[in-house]
């Protein structure tokens, strides 16, 4: 692979790589997902949901993992029939519950934690905490640079 070119462009370098990440760490924790039944999304919904400082919205999961509100609301949909989480009264908006985990649902979030932990754990033994952190550290700022790019009246 090292004989490969590199895109000219360090932004499709970068995507290029950010993606191919994403793709091994989504096979990493495949084992983890099948643990639970839920798929990826539903998974990923469940995380934001019980992992959240104030109960979140359908939208506000879809903007911040940058999906459409239709595919959340698809697996907030199937979690809610299976009993992980709840719809509660949003003040702020009449059309947008908020999303609360059951305690089935942290539960098996707390499951799910404890084989993610395994997993990781093999993985950090081969990456190294420090730089595990420098690289998680240098992804939020690209991930804060990006946001504020897309805010309305930033984007060229």
């Not at 993985?123 to 550290?137: V, Y």
């Amino acid at each position: 692979m090292s004989d490969m070119p590199h895109p000219s462009n360090p932004v499709v370098e970068l995507i290029d790589e950010v993606i191919r990440v994403g793709g091994r760490l989504i096979s990493i924790f495949e084992s983890v997902n099948a643990a639970t039944g839920l798929s990826p999304m539903e998974a990923t919904v469940l995380t934001a949901v019980v992992e959240s400082h104030f109960a979140p919205t359908v939208p506000q999961i879809g903007r911040s993992l940058g999906h459409p509100r239709q595919v959340i609301q698809r697996a907030a949909n199937a979690l809610m029939s299976a009993g992980l989480i709840e719809r509660a009264p949003n003040p702020h908006h009449k059309l947008a519950p908020l999303l609360m985990p059951t305690r089935k649902g942290r539960t098996l979030k707390h499951k799910a934690d404890e084989r993610a932990t395994e997993v990781t754990a093999a993985l950090l033994r081969r990456i190294g905490t420090r730089k595990c952190r420098r690289i998680a550290r240098d992804v939020r700022e690209l991930r804060g640079e990006i946001e504020a790019h897309l805010r309305p009246g930033e984007i060229p």
